[in-house]
């Protein structure tokens, strides 16, 4: 399931830029904020838009989805206007506190928490529609507070047409867009960011304070035109404070019917059968590195998610989207999957319920439903829980060190630690993600097939520092033969691995204030010194920023 964040761009070393010139050659610092802007006084009366402590609301406003993060801002301002947003930003500033912004309030990491700052709640801003962009072209804006139920509900209903993003229903677009979001139209379709044609940001720039529009369409290496690239997945609290996406009106029409297939594996068989773990993962692979090019033709319709829960979880969850009418493909997929397996897989009918099912193809295997009933059957964000996250992609099928390190972790016992909602998931991609340039957005992983997200959840706090011992043993015994990550080196190349994603933060991966921290290269790869040149025209007091932001150059 993707949950998300938001961050921007600038220009001026153009020519160096494009030739992907290293972070280095930037003479890079980690970056402090410089004291206060001087800014008159905005005398605005908030009333009940600015919530401070002691107010019923505020307990609930100053906490995100993940519930290791709590948080005491000195108040939290609900934005509901432009002029509530710059009038936020100019008072967060003249008090000397750092404005941090939310929209679903699922950063994985506590980028908006323990600030004592201002917390910017943009959930209130959450209109969908049709409308010009800048240069008067028919667009589709989506406010930054919606949810990615929001802009999927009011698109389908009143367009016909979608955004490829993410599955999981309260997840605010506010940071999942501008990071470069996917979804399970992503193989078919690309990214969000694909179609994105222009942000409305409020900014910080020479002293003023106001939204600036910034679009596709702006004349190259202008100072607009890099902030637009920089919200293509340059990830969020960077640049400003996001009011509205704005996406070509080329946006997609779903699919009418999508085919659903659930099928799994019971742990207790495979531990039985190893050799069945690593051939069930070798097919995976294989698969998909073999039809995930940019022009498939065929399975560019499939969208699959194979859930390696840890062995106490009880089972081995594979679930695919067909969006074709001809089911042949679809069990062609199955059977190539279940190639050479001894342990036979069951149909999950209802989370936890699995029924043998002998035989392929089976009816009972798939079943299938509109698509926008589909997608509300599969939009689940989970309930709120303690959790840590992780994520790599893959260009390659699974090495055998990826596979023998999954295997160790996924069946190693932990006494007295609850791994039952432990895994790693395994998320097709490429396809239609792969057509893109890497410099074209700032999504640098445009060869990629598989998109891993390491996840382990928890609610007793007591249990914090085994999960996180275990999550960070489990990803660096994946990555063993790459020093620990997915690295992105030449070295790495033949092994396939490229990186991780912004959008599921990582603070294990170093943080701006290190040295020689791993996310800058990681999350970006060559994009991160334009990133850096946005940073520098747009926000070179670094009044937005966090603890894996980019940092601004010397």
Not at 186 to 197: A, M, N, P, Q
Not at 240 to 262: D, Q
Not at 462 to 474: N, P, Y
Not at 496 to 502: C, E, H, L, M
Request: glycine share 10%; hydrophobic share 35%; aromatic share 10%.
């Amino acid at each position: 399931m993707d949950r998300d964040v938001s961050r921007r761009g600038l220009l001026g070393a153009a020519g160096s830029v494009a030739a992907g010139v290293s972070i280095g050659a930037l003479g890079v610092v980690p970056a402090r904020a410089e004291p206060a802007v001087s800014l008159p006084a905005d005398p605005i009366d908030p009333g009940d838009l600015r919530v401070f402590p002691g107010d019923g609301r505020y307990e609930t406003l100053s906490q995100g989805f993940n519930q290791r993060w709590t948080s005491e801002p000195r108040y939290i301002q609900l934005i509901t206007s432009d002029a509530d947003a710059v009038s936020a930003v100019r008072e967060a500033l003249r008090r000397d506190l750092r404005p941090t912004v939310r929209g679903g309030g699922h950063c994985y990491e506590d980028f908006v928490e323990n600030t004592g700052g201002a917390i910017l709640d943009m959930s209130t801003m959450k209109g969908v529609f049709r409308t010009k962009d800048k240069y008067g072209r028919t667009a589709y804006c989506v406010e930054s507070g919606a949810t990615i139920w929001d802009m999927y509900t009011e698109l389908f209903r009143r367009y016909g047409v979608t955004v490829p993003a993410g599955s999981c229903y309260s997840v605010g677009v506010g940071g999942h867009i501008c990071g470069g979001g996917y979804g399970v139209l992503s193989r078919r379709d690309g990214l969000t960011v694909d179609y994105l044609v222009q942000v409305d940001v409020v900014t910080v720039k020479d002293g003023r304070v106001e939204v600036t529009s910034a679009h596709r369409s702006d004349p190259g290496g202008s100072d607009t035109a890099n902030l637009f690239w920089a919200h293509t997945g340059g990830g969020g609290g960077n640049f400003g404070v996001v009011m509205r996406y704005y996406f070509a009106e080329t946006l997609p029409r779903p699919p009418a019917r999508v085919w659903l297939s659930s099928i799994a594996w019971p742990w207790a068989e495979i531990l039985k059968k190893p050799d069945d773990f690593t051939r069930l993962l070798t097919n995976f692979g294989e698969f998909f590195a073999a039809h995930s090019g940019p022009d498939e033709q065929v399975y560019q319709d499939l969208f699959s998610i194979l859930k390696l829960t840890h062995k106490t979880n009880g089972n081995i969850a594979l679930s695919s989207h067909w969006f074709g009418e001809d089911t042949g493909p679809l069990d062609a997929f199955l059977q190539a999957m279940e190639a050479g397996l001894t342990t036979p897989a069951n149909v999950q009918t209802a989370p936890g319920l699995f029924l043998p099912s002998p035989g392929l193809p089976s009816p009972e295997r798939r079943r299938q439903m509109p698509w926008f009933q589909e997608t509300m059957t599969v939009n689940g964000s989970g309930p709120n829980q303690r959790g840590k996250y992780k994520s790599a992609y893959h260009r390659k099928p699974f090495s055998d060190q990826n596979i023998a390190g999954i295997w160790t972790w996924l069946t190693t016992d932990a006494p007295g630690v609850d791994l039952t909602q432990t895994l790693v998931q395994v998320d097709s991609y490429g396809c239609r993600t792969n057509a893109v340039d890497p410099c074209a957005t700032a999504v640098p992983q445009r060869d990629s097939i598989m998109k891993l997200q390491y996840q382990t959840y928890w609610t007793i706090p007591a249990q914090d520092a085994a999960h996180l011992e275990f999550i960070k043993g489990f990803y660096q015994g994946v990555y063993e033969e790459t020093g620990g990550v997915p690295e992105i080196s030449e070295a790495a190349h033949d092994l396939g691995t490229d990186g991780a994603f912004v959008n599921y933060p990582d603070v294990d991966l170093g943080i701006a204030t290190d040295p020689a921290p791993l996310y800058p290269r990681l999350y970006y790869k060559a994009n991160y010194p334009r990133l850096q040149l946005a940073k520098h025209i747009w926000d070179p007091q670094n009044r937005f920023h966090h603890k894996q932001s980019i940092v601004v150059p010397n």
